[in-house]
């Protein structure tokens, strides 16, 4: 795992088809920031309706579905389970991390056009903070959403909370959407080829997650990727400054974090935090051997519910 591995907590799926213009702006599947997975590649760009600067996303109340849709994939925190007081001195901590997060942004954009720019997506915990973050300033700084695309990147074994989740954040945040499959290596071959233009990539790798650790707020992929520079404005982020944001600002996230999941991969690959799991759990199934785990879904405690951090990633399975 080098190169763009020391940015990512696990691999994107890519692919080698060249990109064709869709008329639908409905994404297939989520990109996974941290998956690896041979399959048969073909890319998308689908391109959303161009925006004017007045009307840079909707209100994030939107997400809650409370216009009529279905939004059982999707939670508002005040829809799901009781979050704990924040007190002021971590209130205080978030509005430093939110401010330094806009500063970041601003010295970005001193060094490359807004053109040269994309994010990555995967439908995340840290990738929601990071999306509600980059869209909040640039509605600061008057600037159309849709001028910065969000990469996402299908997979035929992602959880359909996370698909349609994504696909809510591509439509409510008004964002461009580029989809690729494939290895990420790949990907990114085509997608320079097929994006020229896109010399930065943001991404919500934190330096708790694995190869993260010595990563740097900006820094180049090694010689034999695409020359890209990656652009990481949550490295020094907790993981319970990410639930902090999230409450504090009321950020719609997806519904398995509700069920226990605390990392989220694949379905083959990830199962709820077995360190949540209620005492009274009523699970008839090995949970090892069943990812899903339907038997009780009010047998798992939320995610913001972990302890120790360093725990997060226990609910992901070992590669075979």
Known sequence: MRGWANLVTSSFLLARARPRLLPSTRPLSTMNQCRQINQTSSNTIIATKTLSKKHLFLEQRSMSGRSGEDSGDVVTPEDGPSYPPITPQERLAIEERQRQAFTFFSQTLQIYGVEELIFCFNGGKDCTVLLDLLMRFLRQENISSGDIPMLYIKSGDSFTEIDDFVERCVRNYRVELVEYEGSLKEALTHMSADMPRIRAVFVGSRNTDPY???????????????????????????????????????????????????????????????HLRRPDSQCDCDCSSDPACSCDPGGFRPAWELEDPALERAGRLPRK
């Open 212 to 274: 993260c650790q010595h990563l740097a707020p900006m820094q180049p992929t090694d010689n034999d990727w695409p020359p890209m520079m990656r652009l990481n404005p949550l490295l020094e982020w907790s993981y319970h400054d990410v639930w902090h944001y999230i409450h504090l600002n009321s950020v719609p996230y997806c519904s398995l974090y509700d069920r226990g999941y605390t990392s989220i991969g694949n379905r083959s690959n990830t199962i709820p935090n077995p």
